[in-house]
């Protein structure tokens, strides 16, 4: 196993510390809670320049990489039900969509055509990340004057993570129905 998989393999180990720091009560659990979040968040970009830049890529990479972001993006929206900092239809929606997505890239992947990530997909993953540490920290500081940055950075990923699926699918509809399209040329 290569440094670039040990690195997706450590965040995926980063879940469960991060899970039990946001729910166990003690003093500064919460920020602790978002230190390590944002540690494995990081960790996606750094396994993914290493892989590229020492042509580290591997199957197992290519294949954890994205499970490991889905695991801890749901474990933190889950987590964030939980503690009713948002609403669980919200949540669904966003993961709806990551699940298509993963399922248009595995159809993909069978025909042999890899969807690489959009610039929609990375702004979607930079919003989702914001809005759950803006939701970790229960809208602090934003909160000491009412201003609601929680929902509308909420709001604001659930447009952009919508948006990105559909731009997506949109792009790849040749995967979906490729028969169809052929017939049609």
Same mark, same amino acid.
């Given at each position: 196993?290569?440094?670039?998989?040990? =690195?997706?393999?450590?965040? @995926?180990?980063?879940? +469960?510390?991060?899970?039990?720091?946001?729910?166990?009560?003690? +003093?500064?659990?919460?920020?602790?809670?978002?230190?390590? %979040?944002?540690?494995?968040?990081?960790? $996606?970009?750094? $396994?993914?320049? /290493?892989?590229?830049?020492?042509?580290?890529?591997? $199957?197992?990479?290519?294949?954890?990489?994205?499970?490991?972001?889905?695991?801890? &993006?749901?474990?933190? %929206?889950?987590?964030?039900?939980?503690?009713?900092?948002?609403?669980?239809?919200?949540?669904?929606?966003?993961?709806?969509?990551?699940?298509?997505?993963?399922?248009?890239?595995?159809?993909?992947?069978?025909?042999?055509? &890899?969807?690489?990530?959009?610039?929609?997909?990375?702004?979607?993953?930079?919003?989702?990340?914001?809005? @759950?540490? /803006?939701?970790?920290?229960?809208? %602090?500081?934003?909160?000491?004057?009412?201003?609601?940055?929680? =929902?509308? %950075?909420?709001?604001?990923?659930? =447009? /952009?993570?919508?948006?990105?699926?559909?731009?997506?699918?949109?792009?790849?509809?040749? &995967?979906?129905? +490729?028969?169809?399209?052929?017939?049609?040329?």
């Amino acid at each position: 196993m290569n440094i670039a998989n040990k =690195i997706t393999m450590l965040r @995926i180990a980063m879940i +469960p510390i991060f899970m039990g720091l946001m729910l166990i009560k003690f +003093p500064f659990h919460t920020e602790l809670a978002l230190a390590v %979040f944002l540690l494995a968040s990081l960790t $996606d970009h750094l $396994d993914g320049h /290493i892989a590229r830049k020492y042509n580290l890529i591997t $199957d197992f990479g290519k294949f954890m990489d994205p499970l490991a972001d889905k695991l801890l &993006v749901t474990a933190a %929206f889950v987590i964030l039900i939980q503690m009713g900092r948002i609403e669980a239809w919200i949540v669904f929606v966003i993961l709806a969509r990551e699940f298509a997505v993963s399922g248009l890239r595995t159809l993909a992947a069978a025909g042999n055509i &890899v969807i690489a990530a959009s610039n929609f997909g990375k702004l979607k993953t930079v919003t989702q990340i914001i809005t @759950i540490c /803006i939701l970790i920290l229960n809208n %602090f500081p934003f909160n000491l004057i009412s201003l609601p940055v929680d =929902i509308i %950075f909420t709001y604001l990923t659930l =447009i /952009i993570t919508l948006w990105s699926g559909f731009d997506y699918f949109g792009k790849n509809m040749k &995967v979906i129905m +490729p028969k169809k399209l052929e017939q049609k040329a």
